[in-house]
C-alpha cells in the first residue's frame, strides 16, 4: 500500500484500548485516521485490578478522552461484533459497518469463566463491598503472578478475614527457588494459608465464603476464529514477524489476543509487558507498509518479573530474554517502589504519547 495524500489518510481501525491497542492508536495518529472501538469511555489498569479487589484503590481507570483528544483518535463507544476481511469492514452492536485500510486486532484476554460463584479480575469492584460485610475466609485460586498479588493485598488489607492460595502446581513457578521461598514467607506471614498441587476444578469445590478466580486466561478471539483468521492450539490468532494474521495481511494482532514470539524471548506470554511493546511495533509495522517499506520483524525479551506483596512488600526477579530466571532479586520495600514505578510508568508513557508519540519508538522496549 503506498502512502496516501495529506488529504486521503488511510484509515486504521482499532479494536479494543487495553494496553496493546491504546499504544498502537498514539503511536499511529500521525501517520492515519485512527478510529478506536471500544464500548468502555475509560482506560483500566488491569495490573492494578487487585488492588481495586482488596479495596485499597477505589478506582483503576482513566476516561479514554484523556488520551485520545490530544492525538485526534476517534473514539467509537460500541462493541465490535464481525470482521470481514475480503472487505475490509468491522460490523458493530449499534449497526455500523467500519471500514479500514489496516485493522489491528487487539481485543486481550479474560478470566476462563468459571460460574456466577467467584469473583475474578474483571469482577473485581464488587468483592470490597462483600468483604466490609463481615469476616469469613476468601479463597484464591491461582498460583501465579496474579494470583499472588490478589492474596498478598486481601491478607493485608483484609486481616480479618482468612485467606488461602491454591495452586495446582507450585505457586510462583517461575521464580528462583530463594525468590520463591521468600514469596511464601511474606504470604504466609500475612497469615495466608497455601495449597499447593491440587487441581481445582470449579469454585464449588473450594471450602471457602467467597472465592477469587486467577487460574486461567484466555484470549478474546472468538471474533477473530469467526472471521477466518487462523489461531494457534492455544487460541491466539498467528501472527509473522510483522505481527500479521498469517491468512489476512491487512489485519494486524497485538496483545495477549496475538500468538507472538520473537527469536530472543520465544513465545510471549499474556502480559501488560509485552503487550505495549506488541502494540508499538503493530503501529510501526503499519506506518512501514504506509512508507512503501517492508515491516520489520518484531523483536523482544524479557527482563523482569515484578510482583507486589501488599503495599509494603515486592519481588522483582530478574529474568533473562526467554524469561528464564536469573539468580538475581529484589525484595522488601525497594521491590515494591520498583513495582509501583513500573505500574506508573505505563500510563505514563501513554500520556506522553498522546501528545508526543514521537517518544515512543525512543523508549527502550518499544519498537
Given at each position: 500500500?503506498?502512502?496516501?495524500?495529506?488529504?486521503?489518510?488511510?484509515?486504521?481501525?482499532?479494536l479494543?484500548?487495553g494496553?496493546?491497542?491504546?499504544?498502537?492508536?498514539?503511536?499511529?495518529?500521525?501517520?492515519?485516521?485512527?478510529s478506536?472501538?471500544?464500548?468502555?469511555?475509560?482506560?483500566?489498569?488491569?495490573?492494578?485490578?487487585?488492588?481495586?479487589?482488596?479495596?485499597?484503590?477505589?478506582?483503576v481507570?482513566h476516561?479514554?478522552?484523556?488520551?485520545?483528544?490530544?492525538?485526534?483518535?476517534?473514539?467509537?463507544?460500541?462493541?465490535?461484533t464481525?470482521?470481514?476481511?475480503?472487505?475490509?469492514?468491522?460490523?458493530?452492536?449499534?449497526?455500523?459497518?467500519?471500514?479500514?485500510d489496516?485493522?489491528?486486532?487487539?481485543?486481550?484476554?479474560?478470566?476462563?469463566?468459571?460460574?456466577?460463584?467467584?469473583?475474578t479480575?474483571?469482577?473485581?469492584?464488587?468483592?470490597?463491598?462483600?468483604?466490609?460485610?463481615?469476616?469469613?475466609?476468601?479463597?484464591?485460586?491461582?498460583?501465579?503472578?496474579?494470583?499472588?498479588?490478589?492474596?498478598?493485598?486481601?491478607?493485608?488489607?483484609?486481616?480479618?478475614?482468612?485467606?488461602?492460595l491454591?495452586?495446582?502446581?507450585?505457586?510462583?513457578?517461575?521464580?528462583?527457588?530463594?525468590?520463591?521461598?521468600?514469596?511464601?514467607?511474606?504470604?504466609?506471614?500475612?497469615?495466608?494459608?497455601?495449597?499447593?498441587?491440587?487441581?481445582?476444578?470449579?469454585?464449588?469445590?473450594?471450602?471457602?465464603?467467597?472465592?477469587?478466580?486467577?487460574?486461567?486466561?484466555?484470549?478474546?478471539?472468538?471474533?477473530a476464529?469467526?472471521?477466518?483468521?487462523?489461531?494457534?492450539?492455544?487460541?491466539?490468532?498467528?501472527?509473522?514477524?510483522?505481527?500479521?494474521?498469517?491468512a489476512?495481511?491487512?489485519?494486524?494482532?497485538?496483545?495477549?489476543?496475538?500468538?507472538?514470539?520473537?527469536?530472543?524471548?520465544?513465545a510471549?506470554?499474556?502480559?501488560?509487558?509485552?503487550?505495549?511493546?506488541?502494540?508499538?511495533?503493530?503501529?510501526?509495522?503499519?506506518i512501514?507498509?504506509?512508507?512503501?517499506?517492508?515491516?520489520?520483524?518484531?523483536?523482544?525479551?524479557?527482563?523482569?518479573?515484578?510482583?507486589?506483596?501488599?503495599?509494603?512488600?515486592?519481588?522483582?526477579?530478574?529474568?533473562?530474554?526467554?524469561?528464564?530466571?536469573?539468580?538475581?532479586?529484589?525484595?522488601?520495600?525497594?521491590?515494591?517502589?520498583?513495582?509501583?514505578?513500573?505500574?506508573?510508568?505505563?500510563?505514563?508513557?501513554l500520556?506522553?504519547?498522546?501528545?508526543?508519540?514521537?517518544?515512543?519508538?525512543?523508549?527502550?522496549?518499544?519498537?
Amino acid at each position: 500500500m503506498t502512502t496516501h495524500s495529506s488529504g486521503d489518510r488511510p484509515h486504521v481501525l482499532v479494536l479494543g484500548a487495553g494496553y496493546a491497542g491504546l499504544m498502537a492508536a498514539l503511536r499511529l495518529a500521525p501517520h492515519a485516521r485512527v478510529s478506536l472501538v471500544d464500548p468502555s469511555d475509560r482506560f483500566t489498569e488491569r495490573v492494578r485490578l487487585h488492588e481495586l479487589a482488596a479495596g485499597v484503590r477505589p478506582d483503576v481507570s482513566h476516561p479514554l478522552s484523556h488520551f485520545l483528544r490530544p492525538a485526534g483518535i476517534e473514539h467509537i463507544a460500541a462493541r465490535a461484533t464481525g470482521i470481514d476481511p475480503a472487505t475490509r469492514t468491522v460490523t458493530t452492536d449499534d449497526g455500523r459497518r467500519l471500514p479500514y485500510d489496516r485493522l489491528v486486532y487487539a481485543l486481550g484476554s479474560r478470566t476462563a469463566p468459571v460460574g456466577e460463584r467467584a469473583h475474578t479480575a474483571e469482577t473485581a469492584a464488587g468483592l470490597p463491598k462483600r468483604l466490609q460485610d463481615g469476616p469469613g475466609s476468601v479463597a484464591v485460586v491461582g498460583g501465579g503472578l496474579t494470583g499472588i498479588e490478589l492474596a498478598a493485598e486481601l491478607a493485608e488489607s483484609r486481616p480479618e478475614w482468612r485467606v488461602s492460595l491454591h495452586s495446582e502446581g507450585r505457586v510462583g513457578s517461575g521464580f528462583t527457588p530463594r525468590a520463591r521461598d521468600h514469596a511464601l514467607g511474606v504470604l504466609r506471614a500475612r497469615g495466608v494459608r497455601i495449597e499447593q498441587g491440587r487441581r481445582i476444578a470449579e469454585p464449588d469445590s473450594v471450602d471457602a465464603d467467597e472465592v477469587v478466580w486467577a487460574a486461567s486466561m484466555v484470549p478474546n478471539t472468538e471474533l477473530a476464529a469467526a472471521a477466518g483468521l487462523p489461531l494457534d492450539p492455544s487460541g491466539r490468532v498467528r501472527v509473522d514477524g510483522a505481527l500479521r494474521s498469517t491468512a489476512f495481511p491487512e489485519v494486524y494482532v497485538a496483545g495477549d489476543a496475538a500468538a507472538a514470539s520473537s527469536a530472543r524471548a520465544g513465545a510471549l506470554r499474556m502480559a501488560c509487558a509485552t503487550a505495549m511493546p506488541m502494540g508499538s511495533h503493530a503501529a510501526a509495522s503499519i506506518i512501514s507498509e504506509f512508507r512503501g517499506r517492508e515491516p520489520r520483524t518484531f523483536d523482544y525479551g524479557f527482563l523482569t518479573q515484578c510482583v507486589s506483596l501488599g503495599r509494603r512488600e515486592g519481588l522483582v526477579q530478574f529474568v533473562r530474554a526467554d524469561d528464564s530466571p536469573r539468580d538475581r532479586f529484589l525484595t522488601g520495600r525497594p521491590a515494591a517502589r520498583v513495582k509501583e514505578q513500573v505500574v506508573r510508568s505505563t500510563v505514563g508513557l501513554l500520556r506522553i504519547a498522546a501528545r508526543r508519540p514521537w517518544v515512543i519508538p525512543l523508549t527502550p522496549g518499544m519498537s
